[in-house]
């Protein structure tokens, strides 16, 4: 099993940025990819960022340029670092792991709302 807690979100005006940590325990060998979706109410949930275990990136198009994924396998953490935000960003942000056999887990989700 692998838990995950997220932190760091919370209330920004538009232009603005915060960093994302998800701090994972447990049995976090055969990961394949950390990421991070988000869902908006009403919407689906959709990937946001991630990372594999070589650290190959894939960013939905709506971030590119603006959002950066980022992992420290010393304190088994994985960031995303989101700068020029936006209100269409506003949603809760959750964060995955994927194990080498087709696995999630998610962490209990922390709420990004970008307004002014």
């Known amino acids: 099993q692998v838990q995950l807690v997220e932190s760091g979100g919370g209330l920004v005006q538009p232009g603005g940025s915060l960093r994302l940590s998800c701090a994972a325990s447990?049995?976090?060998?055969?990961?394949?990819?950390r990421g991070w979706y988000r869902q908006a109410p009403g919407k689906q949930r959709e990937l946001v960022a991630l990372?594999?275990?070589?650290?190959?990136?894939h960013y939905a198009d709506s971030v590119k340029g603006r959002f950066t994924i980022s992992r420290d396998n010393a304190k088994n953490t994985v960031y995303l670092q989101m700068n020029s935000l936006k209100p269409e960003d506003t949603a809760t942000y959750y964060c995955n792991y994927r194990s080498t056999s087709g696995t999630d887990y998610w962490g209990q989700g922390t709420q990004v709302t970008v307004s002014s």
């Open positions: 447990g049995s976090i060998f055969s990961i394949y990819a």
């Open positions: 990372i594999t275990s070589i650290g190959t990136t």
